[in-house]
């Protein structure tokens, strides 16, 4: 009888999981060293790149952006596979408009002299958060104000508890107090000037919690901030789908390898206080063994577990038992410390006579318990910050949600969703009642001409597409951010194999894992992903001493 080929069973065929099979099998193919398996709980590969189309356009319900183009793994394969040229249109083709239009709720439009200032504020308080050089743009010494955050937000909860949420407020503070010796101007209607900066300084953080899935910023750690890297260069999407660069590293797998609707339901391995001989006997010569939901099972010496780090915290709680034995403390107590928010992405259909002249809106909102707020903007809506063609003439809309905004989206029926949307939108294009007020000017424009042409023509919404990352029992969210109590230790704890160490009772590397969550300095990105398929791929690789064919 001829040896046994070592058997490596991939869970999860989304950008990790597609990463090692493509260089498992392009690195020892011709070898055939290896008995290579992809096991998918869904319909479908990609995981939580899921690209689709909507009003005739290329849109993306999970995964968008190459995030940088310098050195990205990710636009490279973009560009070999001619991905980046498209006929049909695409979502951000364009990419976003430099210049947003700004409106407070009830329609005021607000001037440069007012958003611009907080805006540089904000841009340079993430920037001092995350080791960049602060570009001082507006004239203010916003390297002080920085420090002077972290000095008061520190001081008040200590370092090792500080979240970036809570230095973003002491730097707006810390603004506020730089700025007292100017005097208090004149706001316009129910806004005074500090509730716009406040409101614009909001829309900020918005953005920042869809960059990051922290549905609180006062949840994400500031000291991982400096950690987290990104590609140089523009950050651009891909014309035709982020699809396409999943489909490029599953073209060279055989029909069969990659198995749909193999849910794995329970992985029964053997660590080192467990492992037995009676055990042995009942896996044959293969440590691990996978069960699946419709009953079957399968044996294999090494699998690499790619699901999300939501799908691991469900499964290391008491009634999930996803692991058998449990993980080791180490590795529990990680998955339990990082966090893992959600993210979603609704599209709009709109029609009208001049729907082509929607501009890219920020929206600046009364505080939820301001007594001027809109009585009829539902609550979800309140954090979303903007609203804008997905390219210049789209019949399109894009706005994303955060945290609990965007589980509650996932739960209201379209009826819901369009009524709030569009109350939304009136309160926010509506002409406001003019003004005669000097200093109110330097604030507002009032008369809104900018806008003429778009409140003039009902917009109307007919049709939404909703994004359900929340709900999916496949993924359980977004994607993972570095949470106050935990750090980057706890990333790197994450790519740790199973069984820790080798030993002579239990054969190593039998549990591997990947998965942006599993990336110290490229969490929550699909190149992070990427890279961790590639590294537990070179770690099995390295393992049988076979030498590197292809990266």
Same mark, same amino acid.
């Given at each position: 009888?001829?040896?046994?080929?070592? /058997?490596?069973?991939?869970?999860?065929?989304?950008?990790?999981?597609?990463?090692?099979?493509?260089? +498992?099998?392009?690195?020892?193919?011709?070898?055939?060293?290896?008995?290579?398996?992809?096991?998918?709980?869904?319909?479908?590969?990609? #995981?939580?790149?899921?690209?689709?189309?909507?009003?005739?356009?290329?849109?993306?319900? #999970?995964?968008?952006?190459?995030?940088?183009?310098?050195?990205?793994?990710?636009?490279?394969?973009?560009?070999?596979?001619?991905?980046?040229?498209?006929?049909?249109?695409?979502?951000?083709?364009?990419? =976003? $408009?430099?210049?947003?239009?700004?409106?407070?709720?009830?329609?005021?439009?607000?001037?440069?002299?007012?958003?611009? $200032?907080?805006?540089?504020?904000?841009?340079?308080?993430?920037?001092? *958060? !995350?080791?960049?050089?602060?570009?001082?743009?507006?004239?203010?010494?916003?390297?002080?104000?920085?420090?002077? *955050?972290?000095?008061?937000?520190?001081?008040?909860?200590?370092?090792?508890?500080?979240?970036?949420?809570?230095?973003?407020?002491?730097?707006?503070?810390?603004?506020?107090?730089?700025?007292?010796? !100017?005097?208090?101007? !004149?706001?316009?209607?129910?806004?005074? /000037?500090?509730?716009?900066?406040?409101?614009?300084?909001?829309?900020?953080?918005?953005?920042?919690?869809?960059?990051?899935?922290?549905?609180?910023?006062?949840?994400?750690?500031?000291?991982?901030?400096?950690?987290?890297?990104?590609?140089?260069?523009?950050?651009?999407?891909?014309?035709?789908?982020?699809?396409?660069?999943?489909?490029?590293?599953?073209?060279?797998?055989?029909?069969? +390898?990659?198995?749909?609707?193999?849910?794995?339901?329970?992985?029964?391995?053997?660590?080192?206080?467990?492992?037995?001989?009676?055990?042995? %006997?009942?896996?044959?010569? /293969?440590?691990?063994?996978?069960?699946? =939901? &419709?009953?079957?099972?399968?044996?294999?010496?090494?699998?690499?577990?790619?699901?999300?780090?939501?799908?691991?915290?469900?499964?290391?709680?008491?009634?999930?038992?996803?692991?058998?034995? $449990?993980?080791?403390?180490? %590795?529990?107590?990680?998955?339990?410390? +990082?966090?893992?928010?959600?993210?979603?992405?609704?599209?709009? !259909?709109?029609?009208?006579?001049?729907?082509?002249?929607?501009?890219?809106?920020?929206?600046?909102?009364?505080?939820?318990?301001?007594?001027?707020?809109?009585?009829?903007?539902?609550?979800?809506?309140?954090?979303?910050?903007?609203?804008?063609?997905?390219?210049?003439?789209?019949?399109?809309?894009?706005?994303?949600?955060?945290?609990?905004?965007? +589980?509650?989206?996932?739960?209201?029926?379209?009826?819901?969703?369009?009524?709030?949307?569009?109350?939304?939108?009136?309160?926010?294009?509506?002409?406001?009642? %003019?003004? @005669?007020?000097?200093?109110?000017?330097?604030? =507002?424009?009032?008369?809104?001409?900018?806008?003429?042409?778009?409140?003039?023509?009902?917009?109307?919404?007919?049709?939404?597409?909703?994004?359900?990352?929340?709900? @999916?029992?496949?993924?359980?969210?977004?994607?993972?951010?570095?949470?106050?109590?935990?750090?980057? @230790? @706890?990333? &790197?704890?994450?790519?740790? $194999?199973?069984?820790?160490?080798?030993?002579?009772?239990?054969?190593?590397?039998?549990?591997?894992? *990947?998965?942006?969550?599993?990336?110290?300095?490229?969490?929550?990105?699909?190149?992070?992903?990427?890279?961790?398929?590639?590294?537990?791929?070179?770690?099995?690789?390295?393992?049988?001493?076979?030498?590197?064919? %292809?990266?």
């Amino acid at each position: 009888m001829g040896t046994k080929k070592p /058997r490596i069973v991939i869970i999860g065929a989304g950008m990790a999981g597609l990463t090692a099979a493509n260089k +498992l099998y392009t690195a020892t193919g011709f070898k055939d060293l290896f008995e290579l398996c992809v096991v998918e709980g869904g319909s479908r590969i990609g #995981g939580r790149i899921n690209t689709s189309e909507f009003g005739g356009d290329r849109i993306e319900m #999970g995964a968008t952006w190459i995030h940088g183009i310098g050195g990205s793994p990710i636009y490279q394969i973009a560009r070999e596979s001619h991905a980046l040229e498209s006929e049909q249109p695409w979502e951000c083709m364009d990419s =976003c $408009p430099d210049e947003p239009t700004t409106i407070a709720e009830g329609g005021f439009q607000l001037t440069p002299s007012i958003v611009e $200032p907080v805006a540089t504020l904000f841009k340079n308080l993430m920037d001092y *958060a !995350q080791g960049k050089s602060i570009q001082d743009r507006a004239g203010s010494d916003y390297s002080n104000l920085s420090a002077k *955050a972290l000095k008061i937000s520190a001081s008040n909860g200590g370092q090792r508890k500080l979240s970036v949420g809570s230095f973003l407020r002491q730097g707006l503070n810390s603004y506020w107090v730089s700025k007292k010796d !100017q005097g208090e101007l !004149q706001g316009y209607g129910n806004w005074s /000037r500090r509730m716009l900066e406040e409101g614009v300084f909001a829309i900020h953080e918005n953005i920042q919690r869809t960059y990051t899935s922290a549905g609180d910023l006062l949840s994400l750690d500031y000291s991982a901030e400096s950690e987290y890297r990104m590609f140089p260069g523009e950050e651009i999407t891909i014309a035709k789908g982020y699809l396409s660069i999943i489909e490029s590293l599953a073209s060279v797998l055989p029909p069969g +390898l990659v198995q749909l609707g193999r849910k794995v339901t329970r992985i029964e391995w053997q660590p080192e206080e467990h492992g037995s001989s009676d055990k042995e %006997k009942v896996h044959g010569a /293969r440590p691990v063994k996978l069960h699946f =939901c &419709d009953g079957s099972n399968m044996l294999a010496d090494h699998v690499i577990v790619t699901v999300s780090l939501g799908v691991l915290k469900a499964g290391i709680g008491e009634d999930s038992g996803l692991f058998s034995p $449990p993980l080791p403390s180490f %590795k529990s107590e990680a998955i339990s410390r +990082l966090g893992f928010g959600l993210v979603n992405k609704l599209f709009l !259909q709109v029609e009208g006579d001049d729907f082509n002249k929607f501009p890219f809106l920020q929206m600046v909102f009364h505080r939820p318990d301001s007594e001027f707020r809109h009585k009829k903007i539902p609550w979800w809506m309140r954090r979303t910050a903007t609203l804008w063609p997905i390219y210049s003439n789209s019949s399109v809309l894009l706005t994303w949600f955060a945290g609990k905004e965007a +589980l509650e989206l996932e739960s209201l029926q379209d009826e819901q969703i369009i009524d709030g949307v569009s109350t939304t939108i009136s309160s926010f294009l509506s002409q406001p009642h %003019k003004q @005669d007020n000097s200093n109110s000017r330097e604030l =507002c424009n009032g008369n809104m001409n900018s806008m003429k042409n778009c409140h003039e023509s009902e917009v109307k919404v007919t049709k939404i597409l909703k994004s359900k990352w929340g709900t @999916d029992p496949l993924f359980l969210g977004s994607y993972s951010y570095v949470a106050v109590g935990s750090s980057g @230790d @706890d990333l &790197d704890t994450m790519a740790e $194999p199973l069984p820790k160490h080798d030993n002579a009772v239990s054969p190593s590397l039998q549990i591997l894992f *990947a998965g942006e969550a599993t990336h110290r300095t490229h969490y929550s990105t699909t190149h992070g992903a990427y890279l961790s398929g590639l590294r537990e791929a070179n770690r099995l690789l390295h393992h049988y001493h076979c030498v590197e064919v %292809k990266v």
